[in-house]
Every structure is written in C-alpha cells, then in structure tokens.
C-alpha cells in the first residue's frame, strides 16, 4: 500500500513526499487505518517496523490546531527515544504549524514549565517527568484525545508500573489509546488489558527476528574479548558497529580501549549527562563516530541509520534484552549481522535462546583479517536523514525579545506578513521565551525574512534579528 492512498490532509502528503516515504510497512498498513477509524489498538511490533510513523501520521492527521492544549501525549521510556519521536513529528507536522513539546528529566524544569504556557498539540513524555509536571499543575491534559504507550514492556521493565497507573488516573475518559510492545510478557498484557479493555490486540504469534539478519554465536572467556573484538572489527566490513556491555564501567573501559587505538568510538550510557547522551547519538547518526559503545539505553526505539554490525561483548542478561539489541540492525529490510560473545561458564540466556531457535550454535572464532582498522579510524560521508530532506528550505530565525518585552506570535506573524512575497504559510513553528523568541520560515524564504526583519522594526522597536544555531 501507497502512503498516497492514505486519507491524509495535504501537509501530512507533502511532508511524506519530501522525506521519500513510498511505501508502508506491514505494521503501518495494519494500524494506520484503525488509528485514523478512531480504534483503539494494542500491537506487538518489532524494533525497526516503522510503528513511530504508525502513530504519529493519525495523531497530527486528527489535530485541531486551534486548540491550545495538549490534544496527544505520547509516552515513552527513554529520554533519547522520546527525541526520537519528537524530531519524527516535527518533520512530519512542519506544513501543518503544529508543536510539539518534549517533557523528560535531566533538562530544565522552568524551561519546560515556560514553553507549557504556549500553545502546544502533541506533548512526547518520559513517565517521571510528566508525573513531576502534572504534580505542579504546569500541564493541561483535559483536551486529550488520543494516548500512545511506546514500548510498554520497556516502561514495565524500568519500574514505571507505578507512575503509569497515576499519569493514567489523571487522564480523561474514553481516549482513543495505541500501545505498542515488542513482547508481551503475561504482566504486560493483564496490565494492558485492564486499563484498555476496549482496545484490540494486533499480535504476532511468536517473536520473530528479521530473515536478512545473520547471527553468530563465539564462545569466549571474558579475558580474550578485548582481543576477539579487534579480530571481529577486521573480519567483516562495517559502516557503523554497536557494542553492548552490561554494565556502565564496562562501557568506559572497552571505549577507552578503542580509543586507544584511534578508532572513531564513542559511550552511551546511564551516568552522562543528557547532553553527552545526545551529542553520543548526533555523532553517531552523522557518522563522526562509526562505533558506539552502549549500555541497554540504545537497544531500544532507536533508529538509528546503516548499522551493520552488533556485537553483543556482554552476553545479554535476558531473551528480551537480546532480541531488542540485535533488533538495532537488519531494520526495513536491510541486511545485519549480529555477533555475541557466549562465555562458557554463564550458558543460561543462550540456552533461552536456543530453545526459542534451535538453529543456533556456538562456534570456535577463527577470523582473517581482511578490513584493516585504520578504515574504522575514518568517518562516514555524511548522508541527510528523511527529517532534514523536509526542512531543506527552512530557516529557523532567533528574535532577541520576548515576554519581557512583551512580544506575542501575533506580532511576529503581522511583522513577517508585511515583508512582500511573504504569507502565513510561509511561518512554521513560533515559539516565544521569555528574553528570546524563534520562529521558522518556510518554502525558503528565510534569507528574504531575515533580511528584511533586521531592516525593519517589530512593535516599533528596532530588535535584532539572526539565524538559530541547531542547539537553541
């Protein structure tokens, strides 16, 4: 099935069409229509089918933009999946104006608490922090129509049980919800079937791993992986390469390792903070760094472009976990590989495993060389992703005034609008701080805005006027 074919409102199309979207998946072709037939579902979808673009699509195809509350909210585990999701429905929503706000910790509470005050559609929420922002009543959720649990067996897992049942409480009645999991665990369903009894499950009828992926299984000594890692590095060729340990301090040390050897390797785990985090995914997106060295934090959501290599250095400590970080390559039909090292004296998740495939074997690691590591010292020639093809011709602007100044959308828009060339359709997103305000312009007349706003005043003041740099 063709996108074109969906009932879809013309900005949604346009967006689609710019990001080379042709074709569904299998799981949005299942969901997309319920969703936008106002059903409730919950799916088992496995890593890398595209359910992200299976709800955000009825979401913004269903926005009222008048609105001023939070029409959508959007839940998921991690911080990095719930920007993730966020740059997806920005994308996705930028010829339909519409904003979209992301709530989780390790950022500014006041900031979040400010850009609350402004008009917003979809709110994408990490569970603690959402409870933190409802607790002091800095969140509107009464226009809700739609909820969607993103990796409900991972919120599960991380101990959100709790949290989940007061967010719930708060909610109002009768919300079309979408919940999505991977695996459905008898705790998950009794769960989601008592909070969402008129929801229809779409389930597979076993956990299947993608048919492209290859798997090989060594057996190996926790003292010879750092050797038979450098053995693997060289053995396969690798456009990008995720190494899952267990724990944080592995993490640091088999990073350090690498680096030593002037591979392009970075962390990824728990114990950085948030920006180091992003700035670890950024890189390794861009193809700056071509290994990441990670903790569970990115077996999970993430979509992240061209990893053909996983190495499991740690042996996973459940079935689950396993499936989900191999899930990081092999995604929308692309071939993978995925490696794991077995130490002989710790067989119980393997064992798991063969259970669930009894094709799988441990072998005895004989390796050549073949790819020397000098190639992994190297970055990837930068490839633009489907979110930046939609914003090729759009600039983002910083207006140095704000609420002190008592600046409002309205007078940025009557301000841009009287430029000759330039309408509303032309204005995406506005957001207005309090001492700095941003809007972006569309269908690149940014240099013709920015150029005649720094010539002009706005509310008879004369204010300065420059592109934003990506981290404001």
């Known amino acids: 099935m063709k996108f074109q074919e969906l009932s879809l409102a013309a900005p949604l199309q346009k967006a689609l069409v710019r990001m080379q979207y042709e074709t569904l998946t299998p799981i949005q072709e299942s969901v997309i229509p319920r969703l936008l037939q106002g ?27 008048d609105s001023l509350y939070p029409q959508a909210l959007i839940l998921v585990p991690t911080r990095e999946l719930a920007q993730q999701v966020t740059q997806t429905l920005d994308a996705l929503g930028l010829f339909l104006h519409t904003h979209h706000q992301m709530l989780v910790g390790k950022q500014s ?63 109002p009645a009768g919300l079309q919800c979408a919940c999505f999991s991977a695996t459905f665990p008898s705790t998950i369903r009794r769960y989601l079937s008592e909070r969402f009894p ?23 000594a926790p003292a010879d992986a750092p050797q038979l890692l450098l053995a693997v590095l060289q053995a396969w060729p690798i456009r990008r390469c995720i190494l899952f340990v267990n724990t944080i301090e592995q993490a640091e040390q088999l990073t350090q390792f690498l680096s030593e050897r002037s591979l392009a390797v970075e962390a990824l785990h728990g114990k950085q903070r948030q920006e180091e985090r ?53 995604r929308m039909e692309a071939a993978g590989l995925a490696i794991s090292f077995v130490d002989p004296s710790n067989m119980t998740v393997f064992e798991q495993l063969q259970h669930m495939d009894p094709s799988v074997t441990i072998d005895s690691p004989v390796l050549s ?54 309408d509303g359709e032309d204005i995406g997103v506005i957001k207005i701080q309090e001492h700095h305000s941003y809007v972006e312009i569309l269908n690149g007349k940014g240099t013709t805005v920015l150029s005649a706003l720094q010539q002009r005043t706005i509310k008879n003041r004369k204010i300065r006027v420059e592109i934003a740099h990506d981290s404001e």
Not at 211 to 216: D, I, N
Not at 281 to 294: E, K, M, P, Q, S
Not at 296 to 324: C, K, M, Q, W
Request: aromatic share 8%.
């Open 39 to 65: 059903e409730s579902l919950i799916a088992q979808s496995m890593t890398g089918s595209g359910k992200t673009l299976a709800y955000a699509l009825p979401i913004l195809q269903h926005i009222t933009f």
């Open 278 to 330: 992003f700035a670890s995914l950024r890189h390794f997106r861009d193809g700056t760094t071509r290994i990441l060295v990670a903790s569970n934090v990115a077996a999970r959501g993430l979509d992240i472009p061209e990893v053909s290599l996983i190495v499991n250095y740690d042996f996973p400590l459940t079935l689950e976990t396993y499936i989900h970080r191999v899930g990081r390559t092999a």
């Open 369 to 422: 060389v073949r790819y020397p590591l000098k190639e992994l010292q190297q970055p990837l020639v930068r490839t633009v992703r489907r979110e930046e093809l939609v914003r090729q011709d759009v600039l983002r602007l910083c207006i140095f005034a704000g609420k002190s100044k008592k600046l409002r959308p309205g007078d940025l828009v009557g301000a841009i609008c009287s430029i000759d060339g330039v």
């Open 109 to 171: 509470f006041a900031f979040q608490r400010e850009d609350m005050k402004q008009r917003t559609h979809v709110l994408v929420a990490t569970p603690g922090r959402l409870l933190q922002h409802i607790h002091e009543g800095t969140v509107h959720l009464e226009c809700l129509s739609m909820l969607v649990l993103d990796e409900a067996d991972e919120m599960f897992r991380l101990g959100f049980r709790s949290t989940l049942d007061k967010i719930l409480a708060q909610l």
């Open 198 to 220: 008129f929801a229809q499950f779409l389930e597979q009828q076993e956990q299947e791993l993608p048919t492209q992926l290859t798997q090989r299984f060594f057996s190996c």
